[in-house]
């Protein structure tokens, strides 16, 4: 079993940064990927940006690509979520992810993800 905490989450105005970050703790060792995904209301939940276990691959959703960077420090087993320029319509909560042990390639879709965190509330005001 793998224990995620979300971090980070707040209110800001649109065009400020927020760092998000999602402790993982128990079975770490495995090695698995990660991901962000988001969930606004009366929306369905989405990939935000995901990351291998190695860190060597990622990927963004179109929305997000430029503004949002996903990074991982294994030896701390964080992951991070650094949001530039947010925008209203990044408002939602905001969920970490992690796949199953030994699934270090990236996933995108939410069926691929074993574990989850409890999410953490991102909203921007224009």
């Known amino acids: 079993q793998v224990q995620l905490v979300e971090s980070g989450g707040g209110l800001v105005q649109a065009g400020v940064s927020l760092r998000l970050s999602c402790a993982a703790s128990g079975r770490t060792y495995s090695g698995y990927a990660m991901g962000w995904f988001r969930q606004a209301p009366g929306k369905e939940r989405d990939i935000v940006a995901a990351i291998s276990w190695g860190g060597g691959n990622t990927y963004y959703a179109d929305s997000v690509k430029g503004r949002f960077t996903i990074s991982r420090d294994n030896a701390k087993n964080t992951v991070f979520l650094q949001m530039d320029s947010l925008k209203p319509e990044d408002t939602a909560v905001y969920y970490c992810?992690?796949?199953?042990?030994?699934?270090?390639?990236?996933?995108?879709?939410?069926?691929?993800?074993?574990?989850w965190g409890q999410g953490t509330q991102v909203t921007v005001s224009s």
């Open positions: 992810a992690a796949r199953g042990a030994g699934r270090w390639s990236i996933g995108i879709t939410s069926y691929e993800y074993a574990y």
